[in-house]
Nanobody
Framework: QVQPVESGGRLVQAGGSLSLSCVLS??????????MGWFRQAPGKEREFVAA????????VYADSVAGRFTLSKDHRKETLSLQMTSLEPEDTAVYYC???????????????WGQGTQVTVTS
């Protein structure tokens, strides 16, 4: 069973930048075959969609709350999904989870293969 492994989360000041990475372990298919996405969960809130990308690394989509600030990319050579985050706000504080194997049905529907998450904390 595919298992995402996230990294890169840390404490950062508001206005700063951060890059998260996700690799896949235990995968059945090649990295290229997976639609992938990022979700986040803040304390006391439900997990919410952040960004997702098609298996071929094209056409990333973003939540309105991060559009224009976050950039999602899928590097097939490095087999890494990267989320570049800029102009971070305290509201971005959350545990960020990588998902693999989702599908598209008007929106990105997660495949349910979650990693352990990586904590991002943005201080004001």
């Amino acid at each position: 069973q595919v298992q995402p492994v996230e990294s890169g989360g840390r404490l950062v000041q508001a206005g700063g930048s951060l890059s998260l990475s996700c690799v896949l372990s235990g995968r059945i298919f090649t990295f290229r075959d997976y639609n992938m996405g990022w979700f986040r969960q803040a304390p006391g809130k439900e997990r919410e969609f952040v960004a997702a990308i098609t298996w071929d690394g094209q056409s990333p989509v973003y939540a309105d709350s991060v559009a224009g600030r976050f950039t999602l990319s899928k590097d097939h050579r490095k087999e890494t999904l990267s989320l570049q985050m800029t102009s971070l706000e305290p509201e971005d504080t959350a545990v960020y989870y990588c998902d693999a194997g989702g599908r598209w049905s008007g929106r990105y529907v997660p495949g349910g293969h979650w990693g352990q998450g990586t904590q991002v904390t943005v201080t004001s």
